[in-house]
């Protein structure tokens, strides 16, 4: 009895397996060469291409060493909320329910890549002085990373744009209502930040009603060598 319900079992399998490779042929796979290499005893060999290899936070390349990856993205409208990556850690984020509307910033230890605090401020109805009060007495070598959702630009006042721009901005200046920008400067850099992005909300362009597109920025960035005591 056992025998016999093995043997329908056997069967069964096989039936299904020729079914399979019948159906493959006729649909214009190679189902005649499985099917000479099952019977030759020959191992079946998939040509599978690779998948790209991906680094820390999404890099198509790791960073050298003494470097940190990083990888921005800045809020689409006023539904999805930006994210900042560090290190393939994921410093802001909605799921991590830590984002706000305006200006979503995290600072890191320009020295150790150690994050030292994140917070968000309301560019909307939001106090200014509390981001003022943020940004004035970083340390020298500190890293700001800076992803904008909805609104960035309203509460912005003439201290606050000079103090980003001291960081290293060009585009916070002109940094306008619900414009997406995404950003990483440092406390006392001598020149201009490489990594900096910016769309303008404009109604011939905006890929949402009322915003432009969301940014994505990635990269990698050096670590500062210890101030000599």
Same mark, same amino acid.
């Given at each position: 009895m056992r025998f016999a319900v093995t043997l329908r079992a056997v069967a069964l399998v096989l039936l299904l397996g020729f079914t399979w490779l019948l159906a493959n042929s006729m649909l214009g796979g190679d189902g005649n060469s499985l099917i000479r290499m099952l019977f030759s005893g020959k191992? +079946?060999?998939?040509d599978i291409e690779p998948r790209?290899? &991906?680094? &820390?936070c999404g890099l198509s390349a790791?960073?050298?060493?003494k470097h940190l990856a990083f990888r921005l993205t800045s809020g689409a409208a006023n539904v999805i909320g930006p994210k900042i990556c560090l290190e @393939?850690?994921? =410093? +802001?984020?909605? %799921?991590k329910n830590n984002v706000g509307? *305006?200006? /979503?910033? %995290? =600072?890191? /230890? *320009? +020295?150790? *890549? @150690?994050?030292?605090e994140i917070k968000a401020f309301d560019m909307w109805v939001g106090d200014v002085s509390e981001l003022l009060k943020f940004l004035r007495p970083l340390h020298e070598g500190t890293l700001v990373f800076v992803a904008s959702f909805d609104d960035p630009a309203? &509460? =912005? /006042? @003439?201290?606050?744009?000079?103090? #980003? $721009? $001291? =960081?290293g901005s060009t585009a916070a200046k002109e940094l306008s209502f619900r414009d997406s920008w995404v950003f990483v400067g440092a406390k006392g850099i001598e020149n201009k930040s490489p #990594? $900096?992005?910016?769309m303008k909300n404009s109604k011939s362009s905006n890929k949402y009603e009322g915003w432009p597109e969301s940014l994505e920025m990635d990269g990698c960035i050096p670590l500062r060598a210890p101030l000599e005591t």
């Amino acid at each position: 009895m056992r025998f016999a319900v093995t043997l329908r079992a056997v069967a069964l399998v096989l039936l299904l397996g020729f079914t399979w490779l019948l159906a493959n042929s006729m649909l214009g796979g190679d189902g005649n060469s499985l099917i000479r290499m099952l019977f030759s005893g020959k191992d +079946v060999i998939y040509d599978i291409e690779p998948r790209p290899r &991906k680094y &820390k936070c999404g890099l198509s390349a790791p960073c050298p060493p003494k470097h940190l990856a990083f990888r921005l993205t800045s809020g689409a409208a006023n539904v999805i909320g930006p994210k900042i990556c560090l290190e @393939d850690k994921i =410093l +802001v984020s909605s %799921a991590k329910n830590n984002v706000g509307r *305006g200006l /979503n910033i %995290a =600072l890191v /230890n *320009g +020295v150790s *890549g @150690d994050v030292l605090e994140i917070k968000a401020f309301d560019m909307w109805v939001g106090d200014v002085s509390e981001l003022l009060k943020f940004l004035r007495p970083l340390h020298e070598g500190t890293l700001v990373f800076v992803a904008s959702f909805d609104d960035p630009a309203t &509460k =912005l /006042n @003439d201290e606050a744009r000079r103090l #980003f $721009e $001291e =960081l290293g901005s060009t585009a916070a200046k002109e940094l306008s209502f619900r414009d997406s920008w995404v950003f990483v400067g440092a406390k006392g850099i001598e020149n201009k930040s490489p #990594f $900096e992005q910016r769309m303008k909300n404009s109604k011939s362009s905006n890929k949402y009603e009322g915003w432009p597109e969301s940014l994505e920025m990635d990269g990698c960035i050096p670590l500062r060598a210890p101030l000599e005591t």
